[in-house]
């Protein structure tokens, strides 16, 4: 089920940041030491009285000149409109209301959308401060006190932003229809692939990387199934994110990677795997999905009988944590094995949210045991008890044992490895969630 979107807007040092994350409750750039992952975080998900949603902070309104105002304007509100079914209006309450502020305010009245007016720096607790009153000007209801730094009045801004979250969320897909996101760096063929599936331009296909800002959505059926194709903006090295537009276009890649089903990573066969490859394959790897790695291009490559073997090979060895991941060569301009993604589709979607009877699970379990003794350490050899499947998309189990600190990382992926030797899971992540529990409360 779809979660809410909320963005933040407003223009820059009205404390956007420093409200996103406290919130969120971690700092906004986050450096995760995992394989292929290098993430500047600029969306998270929270939860606010029971209810999950995911809050986007869109950066402040950058001007060179005056002439450059209702542009960027134009793109803040244009990315509210577009992604967020709440937007939250940050201001300064000591600054007061500005030409920017009404020009915004302008913008987002122009939309559907339902806004939250904050007024930040209200720094005096308990007491409602005489400038919020010069904000009802701005025709967007009750402007509400926030001190972003003092953590005060976070609380009534998410009731009322909670207030407009929708009861019951309702899939615009049927569950039949299966998400995928085309991913992968610029100019890599994405758009030329959806167009080739589809049998028309429907996307804008150019040679400058980069041409397709926004994430496309397009339904397509057929003999094989439903799918909602979405063609994703090219995620660019960091030195190359200069235009705050570039910038939501990456945000954009990276939710479109959290609500697809199913991740086909698009390699250019004539450059290889590149460190950009290996950041995007990454995020999709974290988010949990189904990949697919899609090497375009292909007829554009001399072969010979070992070129595709060897090309595997490197592939593999430069994105060692997608091993589990097939790899499908194609050329989306000439049509060559596109076909073929579908059935890939399927079943790397089918294994994705595979579930396993917890009592065959644990069958594979005590045999792998048997094969390969726990590991000891000073003495102290893991006992692992049993295992249960927690969740799906991506299958995770829970490991029950008696110390977590035995509990190698050699070991799990021995076990990851049986588990799909036994049940396949290709083309999945498999999580493993380690617990402790006593023999005596067996």
Not at 7 to 15: E, L, Q
Not at 231 to 254: C, H, P, Q, W, Y
Not at 310 to 322: A, E, H, I, P
Request: aromatic share 8%; glycine share 6%.
């Amino acid at each position: 089920m779809a979660k809410p979107t909320v963005a933040i807007v407003g223009r820059p040092n009205v404390g956007k940041s420093t409200f996103f994350n406290y919130i969120i409750g971690q700092r906004l750039s986050i450096v995760e030491d995992k394989p292929g992952v290098t993430r500047d975080r600029v969306y998270a998900e929270c939860n606010w009285r029971g209810k999950d949603f995911v809050v986007i902070d869109t950066g402040g309104i950058e001007i060179d000149n005056e002439d450059l105002i209702s542009t960027e304007i134009a793109n803040q509100a244009t990315i509210a409109m577009n992604l967020a079914d709440v937007i939250i209006f940050i201001t300064d309450l000591k600054q007061g209301v500005t030409e920017i502020d009404k020009q915004i305010a302008l913008m987002l009245k122009k939309t559907s959308k339902p806004v939250v007016l904050v007024c930040n720096k209200s720094d005096n607790y308990g007491k409602t401060p005489d400038e919020i009153y010069e904000f009802y000007n701005l025709g967007l209801g009750e402007p509400y006190p926030l001190s972003a730094t003092n953590a005060i009045g976070i609380g009534d801004i998410l009731d009322a932003v909670y207030e407009y979250f929708p009861k019951e969320q309702q899939e615009d897909e049927s569950n039949e229809t299966i998400k995928v996101a085309i991913i992968g760096k610029p100019n890599v063929g994405k758009s030329s692939l959806v167009n080739r599936i589809l049998g028309e331009e429907r996307v804008i296909v150019s040679n400058v990387a980069g041409t397709t800002r926004d994430a496309i959505d397009s339904y397509y059926e057929n003999e094989f199934g439903k799918y909602n194709f979405i063609d994703t903006a090219g995620i660019r090295r960091k030195s190359k994110v200069n235009e705050s537009i570039e910038k939501f276009s990456v945000m954009r890649t990276l939710l479109a990677i959290e609500r697809s089903d199913v991740c086909l990573m698009l390699i250019d066969a004539t450059e290889g795997v590149t460190d950009q490859d290996a950041k995007i394959a990454g995020e999709a790897h974290e988010a949990g999905k189904g990949i697919i790695i899609i090497v375009n291009k292909w007829d554009e490559i001399e072969k010979d009988t070992y070129t595709i073997e060897q090309f595997k090979k490197d592939v593999y060895n430069k994105l060692s944590y997608l091993t589990y991941a097939p790899i499908l060569f194609i050329s989306a301009k000439t049509g060559q094995r596109v076909n073929k993604i579908f059935e890939l589709i399927n079943n790397v979607a089918s294994q994705n949210a595979l579930r396993v009877s917890t009592s065959v699970l644990n069958q594979v379990l005590n045999e792998a045991i048997a094969i390969v003794q726990p590991p000891s350490d000073k003495g102290k050899r893991l006992k692992v008890f049993y295992m249960t499947q927690a969740s799906t998309k991506p299958p995770t189990f829970v490991v029950f044992v008696n110390n977590k600190e035995l509990f190698h990382f050699s070991y799990e992926r021995y076990l990851v490895n049986q588990i799909r030797k036994e049940f396949g899971m290709q083309g999945t992540p498999i999580r493993i969630i380690v617990r402790e529990k006593l023999e005596k409360d067996l």
